[in-house]
C-alpha cells in the first residue's frame, strides 16, 4: 500500500506571494493532519480534516487554510508569506477509529522557504 | 504550558547496548494516546510504537519498547541493541481530544548519535 504523499517536495516563494501544498492519504484513511515543523518552534499542530471538515485547528493566523476533498486528498493554503512561514510541512492520515488510538502515518514533507 | 517534556536534547549511545530516551507530559484527560517517532535527516516521521491510557501493559514493537507510568505520566522509549541506523530524533506525542476533534500535540525530540 502506497503512504502518504506530499506534492511539492521542496518549494521557494517571496514574501507576499500564497501557496498551496497538496496532501494525498493513504489508501482507505479518512483523517489528514497538517504540522509546521521549525527549528525553533519544534513541531505544532495546524488543523485535521475528517470527511472533508475540519474538526481541530491549532492557533495559527487566519492567513493558513486548508481543505479536504471527497477523495480524502488535502490542500493546505498560506496567504501573504512571510519569512517566518519557511519550514517544513508534514501531513499526517489516519484511519479514525478510536481517535485515540489512531496512528497518523506521516508524508515526507513540503520544505518551504520564503525569501 | 508545555504538555510533553523531553528534557534530553541529545544522546550518545553505543552500537549494541540500550539506550532509554525520557517523555514526560501533562494532560487531564482520561483517554489518550502516546506515541514516539522517529525522524531521520531525511525528514519523514517515522511512527515507532504506541501506548493508550488504558493498556495496563507495555508496549513493545521489535527493539522498541515503552516504559509506560501513567502515575508519574512518563511514556520512555527503550530501544534494545542500538544500530547504527537508530541515529536520528526522535520525538514523543500525545493525542487527545473528544467529539470535538483531536490533535496531536510533539515533545521538542531528542536527538540519539549511535557511536560505532
Known amino acids: 500500500k502506497a503512504g502518504v504523499t506530499q506534492t511539492p517536495r521542496y518549494l521557494i516563494k517571496t514574501r507576499g506571494q500564497q501557496v498551496t501544498l497538496s496532501c494525498s492519504p493513504i489508501?482507505?484513511?479518512?483523517?489528514v493532519s497538517w504540522y509546521q515543523q521549525t527549528p525553533g518552534q519544534g513541531l505544532q499542530f495546524l488543523f485535521e480534516?475528517?470527511?472533508?471538515?475540519?474538526?481541530n485547528k491549532g492557533n495559527f493566523p487566519g492567513r493558513f487554510s486548508g481543505r479536504q476533498f471527497s477523495n480524502s486528498r488535502s490542500e493546505m493554503n498560506v496567504s501573504t508569506l512571510e519569512l517566518g512561514d519557511s519550514a517544513l510541512y508534514l501531513c499526517?492520515?489516519?484511519?479514525?477509529?478510536?481517535?485515540?488510538?489512531?496512528?497518523?502515518?506521516f508524508g515526507p514533507g513540503t520544505r518551504l522557504t520564503v525569501l | 504550558a508545555q504538555k510533553i517534556t523531553q528534557t534530553q536534547p541529545g544522546m550518545f549511545v553505543q552500537e549494541k547496548e540500550a539506550v532509554t530516551l525520557d517523555c514526560t507530559y501533562d494532560?487531564?484527560?482520561?483517554?489518550?494516546?502516546l506515541f514516539w517517532y522517529k525522524q531521520p535527516s531525511s525528514g519523514e516521521m517515522i511512527f515507532l510504537i504506541y501506548?493508550?491510557?488504558?493498556?495496563?501493559q507495555n508496549a513493545t514493537e521489535g527493539r522498541y519498547s515503552l516504559n509506560f507510568q501513567k502515575a508519574r505520566k512518563s511514556a520512555n522509549l527503550v530501544i534494545s541493541a542500538s544500530q547504527l541506523g537508530d541515529s536520528a530524533m526522535y520525538f514523543c506525542?500525545?493525542?487527545?481530544?473528544?467529539?470535538?476533534?483531536?490533535?496531536?500535540?510533539f515533545g521538542a525530540g531528542t536527538r540519539l548519535f549511535v557511536k560505532a
Open positions: 499526517a492520515s489516519s484511519l479514525p477509529s478510536g481517535a485515540h488510538t489512531d496512528t497518523q502515518y
Open positions: 489508501s482507505g484513511h479518512r483523517s
Open positions: 480534516y475528517f470527511s472533508e471538515t475540519q474538526r
Open positions: 494532560t487531564s484527560d482520561q483517554s489518550y494516546g
Open positions: 501506548q493508550g491510557s488504558y493498556d495496563e
Open positions: 506525542a500525545m493525542r487527545e481530544g473528544g467529539t470535538g476533534g483531536f490533535k496531536t500535540i
